[in-house]
């Protein structure tokens, strides 16, 4: 019900965007989260975005740099990420949530297939 796409190569200090579509008809009422994992370590929180796009929340070590948003009429949020460092590089995933505004994998119902996002020095 979730496809992630937009992840790639990228030189540090560059910039992607990625993207996540939805299937169905409750998108519009789930909260939004991109999640990521790089090898070896475990899933972390990345961003999460309200129903009505109108909170959002990020993690530290992302913030002033990825933006989320969602257009509630194309069933998409996006992740736009800029000021990109190696640190960075990891699978990211999408995730929907239904009533919780959360930051931890297991509060997510709904994920997607993920992304390989890759960062270069």
């Known amino acids: 019900q979730l496809q992630a796409s937009g992840g790639g190569l990228v030189q540090g200090g560059g910039s992607l965007r990625l993207s996540c579509a939805a299937s169905?008809?409750?998108?519009?009422?789930?909260?939004m989260g991109w999640f990521r994992q790089a090898p070896g370590k475990e899933r972390e929180f990345v961003a999460v975005i309200s129903w009505s796009g109108g909170s959002t929340y990020y993690t530290d070590s992302v913030k002033g740099r990825f933006t989320i948003s969602r257009d509630n009429a194309k069933n998409t949020v996006y992740l736009q990420m800029n000021s990109l460092k190696p640190e960075d590089t990891a699978v990211y995933y999408c995730?929907?949530?239904?009533?919780?505004?959360?930051?931890?994998?297991?509060?997510?119902?709904?994920w997607g297939q993920g992304t390989l996002v890759t960062v270069s020095s």
């Open positions: 169905g008809r409750t998108f519009s009422i789930l909260h």
């Open positions: 995730a929907a949530a239904r009533g919780i505004f959360g930051t931890k994998p297991l509060e997510y119902t709904y």
